[in-house]
């Protein structure tokens, strides 16, 4: 009998691996569904397109909101006449307490959602007369949980832009604040990441991301800073890749930590739908009583919304 079971066992061993590829390959191809939805999602809502812009000229904000209300469900105002705007190449943050709307201030951003009234400018002009996916390209996009997928490292970064040349890769990989993770790696860009692959934090799958949508030269980076905790050094690569990009074009954050906040041009104070305050960290802690209440409710902890 023992040898009866030794020898199903030996016939079933290959079909145990056959189904553990399987299911590698479909956390994979899950992962890369995830990614194109991101950067190639269907033309809604309806497009108007026009012709691509000329550039725009340097003082004309990159994002602008304009009283812009907006609600998922009759009767359940989320966005009650939103107005704020981002500099070309300024860096703001968007910060207010759960379910304040911040994340849907980023799907309209990206028009996933029209506002029901007001409208959203891009470099100047209604995202409504933008084609989706003309006005996509030009938005980076970088969640918290920001996907790798199964693959090397240097396929992770060219996905978005398979022509990119290795002195693009070796920018956009500083820029991210990477070198160092690429310089620990076996092989490199070649090592492979994703499931199985070398162990990336959270932090430093995010900067993966970063360099990925950085690559495509957006004029503007969508960035939701993790809420988890980081650890110094994720934290300080965080900073310092923020203060880097800001160069390269304009950053709109959804933030949780000082670190970041006080870093921003402009702090953005979103409250049941509404701005409540805007200024920079220093004056909003002068000015701003709900600002106050949202450092002083996370004591002296560094996330100030969640
Ligand atoms: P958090 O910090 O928790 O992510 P947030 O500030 O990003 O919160 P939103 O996710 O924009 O807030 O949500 C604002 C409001 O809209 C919440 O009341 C939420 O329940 C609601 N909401 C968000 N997405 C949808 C949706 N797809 N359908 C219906 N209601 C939604």
């Given at each position: 009998?023992?040898?009866?079971?030794?020898?199903?066992?030996?016939?079933?061993?290959p079909?145990?691996?056959?189904?553990q590829?399987?299911?590698?390959?479909?956390?994979?191809?899950?992962?890369?569904?995830?990614?194109?939805?991101?950067l190639?999602?269907?033309?809604?809502?309806?497009?108007?397109?026009?012709?691509?812009?000329?550039r725009?000229a340097?003082?004309?904000?990159?994002?602008?909101?304009?009283?812009?209300?907006?609600?998922?469900?009759?009767?359940?105002?989320?966005?009650?006449?939103?107005?704020?705007?981002?500099?070309?190449?300024?860096?703001?943050?968007?910060?207010?307490?759960?379910?304040?709307?911040?994340?849907?201030?980023?799907?309209?951003?990206?028009?996933?959602?029209?506002?029901?009234?007001?409208?959203?400018?891009?470099?100047?002009?209604?995202?409504?007369?933008?084609?989706?996916?003309?006005?996509?390209?030009?938005?980076?996009?970088?969640?918290?949980?920001?996907?790798?997928?199964?693959?090397?490292?240097?396929e992770?970064?060219?996905?978005?832009?398979?022509?990119?040349?290795?002195?693009?890769?070796?920018?956009?990989?500083?820029?991210a604040?990477?070198?160092?993770?690429?310089a620990?790696?076996?092989?490199?860009l070649?090592?492979?990441?994703?499931?199985?692959?070398?162990?990336?934090?959270?932090?430093?799958?995010?900067?993966?991301?970063?360099?990925?949508?950085?690559?495509?030269?957006?004029?503007l980076?969508?960035?939701?800073?993790?809420?988890?905790?980081?650890?110094?050094?994720?934290e300080?690569?965080?900073?310092?890749s923020?203060?880097?990009?800001?160069?390269?074009?304009?950053?709109?954050?959804?933030?949780?930590?000082?670190?970041?906040?006080?870093?921003?041009?402009?702090?953005?104070?979103?409250?049941?739908?509404?701005?409540?305050?805007?200024?920079?960290?220093?004056?909003?802690?002068?000015?701003?009583?709900?600002?106050?209440?949202?450092?002083?409710?996370?004591?002296?902890?560094?996330?100030?919304?969640?």
């Open positions: 009998l023992a040898a009866f079971l030794l020898y199903m066992l030996y016939l079933m061993s079909v145990a691996a056959v189904f590829a399987l299911s590698t390959m479909r956390q994979g191809l899950g992962a890369l569904r995830r990614i194109s939805e991101v190639d999602l269907p033309g809604e809502p309806g497009p108007e397109p026009e012709r691509r812009p000329a725009p340097h003082d004309v904000p990159v994002l602008e909101f304009q009283d812009v209300r907006f609600r998922y469900e009759p009767g359940r105002p989320v966005l009650r006449g939103v107005s704020f705007t981002v500099p070309r190449r300024g860096h703001v943050a968007l910060i207010g307490s759960s379910g304040a709307g911040k994340s849907t201030v980023f799907a309209l951003a990206e028009r996933f959602y029209d506002p029901d009234a007001g409208r959203v400018l891009f470099e100047g002009r209604d995202i409504r007369t933008l084609g989706p996916a003309e006005h996509r390209a030009r938005i980076g996009l970088v969640e918290q949980h920001a996907p790798v997928l199964y693959g090397t490292l240097r992770n970064l060219l996905y978005a832009a398979p022509c990119a040349d290795p002195a693009e890769l070796d920018r956009v990989v500083g820029l604040q990477l070198s160092d993770v690429v620990r790696s076996p092989y490199g070649d090592t492979p990441a994703g499931e199985h692959g070398m162990a990336l934090s959270g932090g430093e799958r995010q900067r993966v991301a970063l360099a990925r949508s950085l690559l495509t030269h957006p004029s980076l969508l960035l939701d800073e993790p809420t988890a905790h980081l650890d110094a050094l994720n300080a690569a965080l900073r310092r923020i203060r880097r990009i800001t160069h390269e074009c304009a950053l709109l954050v959804i933030a949780h930590r000082y670190s970041t906040i006080r870093a921003a041009d402009l702090v953005v104070v979103l409250d049941g739908g509404r701005v409540v305050a805007t200024g920079t960290h220093d004056e909003l802690l002068r000015t701003s009583e709900h600002y106050r209440f949202l450092a002083r409710a996370q004591g002296t902890g560094d996330v100030l919304s969640g």
